[in-house]
């Protein structure tokens, strides 16, 4: 078992910028692709960033790549997603997730999943 806790939501401006962070604990986190997900009201969860263990592969959603950047600690079983320039269209919340996969986009690939951070961008 892996278990993840995401951190660092809140609310913001438009134009800010936001850190989050996933701790992870359990199983060897570094073997495990990490990614972020969002998921806002009435919409479905979205890919948003992953890496894999090694961070020798990153991947964006194609909307996020010029503001939104992933990163991994291995060392200290973290993951994080810097935001800048963030927008009112941002506001999800934003959800951790580990998993071996070769579909990084796809949620169904991810086998442990945090509870979420709230991140709100006002206008």
């Known amino acids: 078992q892996v278990q993840l806790v995401e951190s660092g939501g809140g609310l913001v401006q438009a134009g800010g910028s936001l850190g989050l962070s996933c701790a992870a604990s359990?199983?060897?986190?570094?073997?495990?692709?990490m990614a972020w997900f969002r998921q806002a009201p009435g919409k479905e969860r979205e890919f948003v960033a992953a890496?894999?263990?090694?961070?020798?592969?990153?991947l964006y959603a194609e909307s996020l790549k010029e503001r939104f950047t992933i990163s991994r600690h291995n060392a200290k079983n973290t993951v994080y997603l810097q935001m800048n320039s963030l927008k009112p269209e941002d506001t999800a919340v934003y959800y951790c997730?580990?998993?071996?996969?070769?579909?990084?986009?796809?949620?169904?690939?991810?086998?442990?999943w945090g509870q979420g951070t709230q991140v709100t961008v006002s206008s």
């Open positions: 997730a580990a998993g071996h996969t070769v579909d990084l986009e796809i949620p169904d690939g991810y086998s442990y």
């Open positions: 890496a894999t263990w090694n961070a020798g592969v990153t």
């Open positions: 359990g199983r060897t986190f570094s073997a495990y692709t």
